[in-house]
């Protein structure tokens, strides 16, 4: 009775009637069951599940309801284990405690079931029975009862579906029970939460059955005592309280408590289906509850718990824990109610849990981020400025905008502690589904997603007035980069994929790269003077090049770190960052090589200077190939390579040129030395044959050599020495090739083949400057001597390079002619001036109509040549006395000294254009071919008494016409023969020979000039 007092107050019942409800109660107690009476009427319905007796597998079901002593029967349902009957029974009850008994059957009329119901008074096979108390019933009621046994040796199975109404007597108006209990334990909850300041007060219950306890004593007794004395199923109670619940669902701890309770409503309806064979959805059709109501229920609290996750953020903050909790038993309430749909409901595609949560914290991360962009300056000053005084940029208060970058940065520092928040506080709580949701991964791929359309389109927009600094652009480019990479990268849907950030920085990058280029040159001209100021001193103790270069390259490289910190990922934008990066290199290197130049000629006479200028731009070029291989050595993309190597080969060029300056410099020096050692050599006497065979020769030569070289040698130690101190390897080798032709070549021109003092004078004069037989062996063991000097033991030149340099053979070539023959030196001269006809193209003073006939005699092979001069023409020649014009025709080539070699024409008096129409006839020998031959043309003024006169020459090769076999043509004259050096050398060897007269007839033709006119 103690339960009355405690339940007046929630129904807010005031004392008087309370005192006249209990006095009504009391008497009806005392009166008893004597004057209770009640109508029942009981609808046998359907039932489901049930077991086969019979042979084929089924039966033949048929039902009795008993009431007292009154018992009715169904009709029977052959072969049917789900049967059907809709049939209504009526009975009078007298007395509460009656049972209603209800009784399914399985019909059989064969012999085994007359025996049977002989001895056991039942010829039918029991299926399954459900007892009901009478006083537990009230109003009307659709309900399946799940079949039980009988005895323990029982086979049953399946559920009957009933539906009974009870009218009992005085209290016809009276609610059912069901409504009754749900006005009691509705009114409890909202009371208990109403004196517990609007809050849900959870009971501490342990153990399998705590999802039954719904309030704390003395309220969760009273609903169970109702529940028990009427009949209330558990089932119906914890719908109620899930029903109460419902209305306080954001309360702390209530969400944890629905899904317990929620699952195991699911439990009782889907996980008893297999043993009763009764579907989930036909025994929640049967609720007391009532089907539609409870599904309207979870579709309102469903939607309410999508629009309360839509916004977690705000409804769960991060920095409650308990409300934490909360958030992750909603998700388990979402997943029951998913399950709910699914296996009670039974329908065929319900909305999945994962997708419905992950749906809502999109939209959550949507709302954040725009929230985020919308009230990005005031957020980041209340979170991160925490001095109110501190200065901010007036551009940034109204959002983004071309003149500023400050508003992404924000932006990103913002987004970024959102990303640590979901990955950090939500991703553990929102953990049901680990393979279709990461909090963490899908906020920060959610809000990459939003952040890269705002910021490309406004960079899109900056693009086009670029207000920013670049240096301003690339910080912000740095800060997406890492955004990126710490947050992104690894994230579906972007793992494995090339990002788009680089694209957008494209356009600033490429603007700082330019002006990276004259940045570059300002530092390269900076360090290049301060460079020249102090003197080009070494950059360290043991290198040999100066600060200026390493200035340069540490400019160089730290933009070149720069872009390999952007950590581009699109391989297409780098090839366009390399070749950009390259052309910067090439810019600034061939600038530093284009002043290095220009003043080198300054510091020639400065030899140490000048060595280390060398030294820098060889260290250009190592410095450039390490630069390459950074960039990517034989991977880096064609055009940013060939760059790269065309500057490497200009800035070898660049070194070549600086070492023939630096050795040219050395020439006069080497001059006066080989001019000294010409000296020395003149004083080698001696005619005749050497034989270096012979010890004593050999002997007496190498002292002759050593005598003679100690000039030049005295001179190259000395420098050669200096310059291995101060040049590194690659520049003291190219020094030393220049040094090495110029060596050569001015040993062949001054001590071998002087120039002549005039190559028109009488040769015979030159013959002094030639070399005897003696003083060439000892040159030729002077220059093994060089060739070893300059070769070092293997730490100068190569012996290859030395053997094969043009220098070097053009020297002994020139010594080697020294002791050519009469007729091998014309057939050289023959054979090397083409051009001897040059002048008389330049300046014609007239022609010879001349007619040539080559003939080769099959038998003895000798050849015969036939020259017809047919005429002159337009003689350009004056002279005060008789002019007598005749022609000569010299056969000039090898083993002619036997034979004829010159033929002339008769003179003509006084005609300037005469008509000769004269044939000769020249005999060649059949040791060599016509091509080894010349005809030289002399057209004379004839002078009695006293020498002819040359009006003009010309030269026809026979090589010419060697083909055809004859010729005909006009041969323009000339004042003088054109003569290369190789002719000249020939010449003046050939000059010396005094006693050989092919020699001296050959020589007065080719150095003969035109005679001067005698003009008064």
């Not at 200035?551 to 934008?573: A, G, R, S, Y």
């Not at 780098?574 to 530093?592: G, S």
């Not at 270096?692 to 190259?716: I, K, N, Y």
């Not at 010449?987 to 020589?1003: C, H, M, P, Y």
Request: charged share 25%; net charge neutral.
């Amino acid at each position: 009775m103690l339960t009355f007092p405690y339940i007046r107050p929630v129904f807010g019942i005031d004392k008087k009637s309370h005192a006249g409800h209990m006095k009504s109660i009391k008497q009806s107690v005392l009166d008893g069951t004597s004057k209770w009476s009640a109508k029942l009427a009981i609808t046998v319905i359907s039932a489901q599940g049930l077991i086969g007796k019979d042979k084929t597998g089924t039966s033949d079901p048929y039902v009795t309801v008993q009431v007292g002593k009154t018992k009715k029967r169904t009709k029977t349902v052959p072969q049917e284990l789900n049967p059907v009957w809709n049939e209504i029974f009526y009975f009078e009850c007298h007395n509460s405690s009656d049972r209603i008994k209800v009784r399914v059957w399985d019909e059989d009329n064969d012999l085994k079931s007359k025996l049977r119901h002989k001895f056991t008074r039942e010829a039918d096979d029991f299926l399954g029975q459900t007892i009901i108390e009478v006083r537990t019933l009230s109003g009307e009621m659709d309900v399946w009862y799940n079949l039980e046994k009988r005895t323990d040796k029982s086979a049953v199975s399946g559920a009957i579906r009933l539906h009974i109404s009870v009218e009992i007597k005085g209290e016809e108006k009276v609610a059912p029970y069901h409504v009754q209990y749900t006005c009691l334990h509705e009114n409890l909850f909202h009371y208990l939460c109403e004196t517990s300041g609007g809050t849900v007060t959870l009971p501490d219950a342990k153990g399998d059955d705590a999802w039954k306890v719904y309030f704390e004593e003395p309220a969760q007794e009273i609903v169970d005592e109702f529940a028990m004395r009427y009949g209330i199923e558990s089932i119906y109670q914890a719908m109620t309280h899930f029903s109460c619940l419902s209305t306080k669902y954001m309360s702390p701890g209530v969400p944890a408590v629905m899904s317990t309770l929620l699952a195991n409503i699911n439990a009782f309806y889907a996980h008893t289906t297999a043993s009763t064979a009764v579907s989930a959805s036909d025994r929640f059709a049967a609720s007391n509850f009532g089907k539609e109501k409870f599904v309207k229920l979870l579709d309102q609290l469903h939607n309410s718990l999508r629009i309360d996750l839509s916004v977690y953020r705000n409804t769960f903050p991060a920095s409650d824990p308990g409300r934490l909790q909360d958030l992750k038993s909603t998700v388990d309430l979402l997943t029951s109610i998913t399950f709910f749909r699914m296996k009670v409901q039974e329908l065929s595609s319900p909305p999945r849990a994962s997708v419905v949560v992950k749906d809502c914290v999109k939209a959550c991360m949507k709302s954040t981020y725009q929230f985020l962009f919308d009230n990005c300056n005031e957020l980041y000053q209340r979170e991160y400025q925490t001095d109110p005084s501190e200065q901010t940029n007036p551009d940034d208060h109204d959002g983004p905008n071309t003149r500023s970058l400050e508003f992404w940065n924000k932006l990103m520092t913002l987004i970024v502690s959102v990303i640590e928040e979901d990955k950090n506080s939500y991703t553990p709580v929102l953990n049901q589904f680990p393979q279709e949701l990461n909090v963490g991964q899908v906020s920060a791929a959610s809000q990459w997603h939003w952040f890269a359309q705002d910021l490309s389109y406004a960079l899109q927009e900056h693009e086009k007035e670029r207000l920013c600094k670049s240096s301003e652009y690339m910080n912000l480019h740095f800060k997406v980069k890492w955004f990126y990479h710490k947050y992104i990268a690894a994230v579906p849907p972007y793992k494995g994929t090339v990002p788009e950030y680089p694209i957008w920085f494209e356009p600033f990058v490429m603007q700082w790269l330019n002006e990276n280029d004259d940045v570059s040159m300002e530092y390269l001209h900076g360090a290049y003077d301060r460079d020249k100021k102090d003197g080009f001193q070494k950059a360290s103790e043991h290198a040999l090049f100066s600060t200026s270069v390493t200035d340069v390259f540490t400019q160089l490289n730290q933009c070149f770190d720069v872009i390999q910190k952007l950590e581009c990922p699109d391989p297409e934008i780098i090839v366009r960052f390399m070749k950009r990066f390259a052309k910067t290199v090439n810019k600034v290197l061939l600038a530093y090589a284009d002043i290095v130049r220009r003043d080198f000629a300054k510091y020639v006479g400065r030899q140490k200077i000048a060595c280390i200028l060398m030294n820098n731009i060889q260290q250009l070029r190592v410095q450039l190939e390490k630069v390459f291989e950074a960039m990517g050595g034989d991977n880096l993309d064609r055009d940013a390579a060939d760059i790269l190597k065309e500057l490497q080969q200009k800035l070898n060029g660049v070194l070549d040129e600086l070492s023939v300056t630096f050795a040219s410099s050395l020439e006069p020096q080497i001059q006066a030395s080989m001019q000294q050692l010409g000296t020395q050599l003149s004083k080698v006497k001696g005619s005749g044959q050497v034989s270096l065979g012979q010890a004593s020769h050999r002997t007496a030569v190498q002292q002759e050599s050593d005598m003679v070289l100690s000039p030049l040698m005295d001179f190259l130690d000395g420098s050669i020495s200096m310059f291995a101190q101060s040049c590194e390897k690659t520049v003291f080798k190219r020094v030393l090739k220049e040094l090495w032709k110029i060596v050569m070549s001015t040993m062949e021109k001054t001590v071998v083949l002087p120039p002549l003092s005039d190559p028109r004078q009488d040769m015979t004069k030159e013959a002094e400057k030639n070399l005897s037989l003696r003083q060439c062996a000892v040159l030729e063991m002077a220059l093994d001597t060089i060739k070893q000097y300059f070769h070092a033991g293997g730490n100068g030149l190569k012996k290859t390079f030395l053997d094969k340099s043009s220098e070097l053979l053009s020297l002994r070539y020139a010594l080697s002619l020294y002791t050519h023959t009469t007729d091998a030196l014309i057939k050289i001269f023959v054979s090397t001036q083409t051009q001897q006809e040059q002048p008389s193209i330049e300046d014609t003073v007239g022609e010879v109509s001349i007619q040539v006939d080559l003939f080769t005699h099959p038998g003895t092979g000798e050849h015969k040549v036939t020259v017809k001069i047919v005429a002159a023409n337009d003689l350009k020649w004056r002279t005060t006395g008789m002019f007598k014009p005749f022609v000569e025709v010299h056969m000039i080539g090898p083993h002619l000294s036997d034979k004829k070699r010159k033929h002339s024409t008769k003179s003509k008096n006084n005609n300037w254009s005469p008509k000769f129409n004269e044939t000769f006839h020249f005999i060649l020998s059949n040791e060599d071919a016509p091509d080894a031959y010349e005809l030289h043309i002399c057209t004379k003024d004839y002078c009695f008494a006293r020498e002819d006169r040359l009006i003009g020459v010309s030269v026809l090769q026979l090589r010419d016409i060697q083909e055809k076999g004859s010729c005909a043509c006009w041969c323009h004259l000339g004042r003088r023969v054109h003569l290369d050096e190789t002719g000249w050398t020939v010449l003046r060897i050939l000059s010396q020979r005094t006693n050989d007269e092919v020699a001296k007839g050959f020589v007065k033709l080719k150095s003969e000039c035109r005679h001067r006119e005698e003009v008064e």
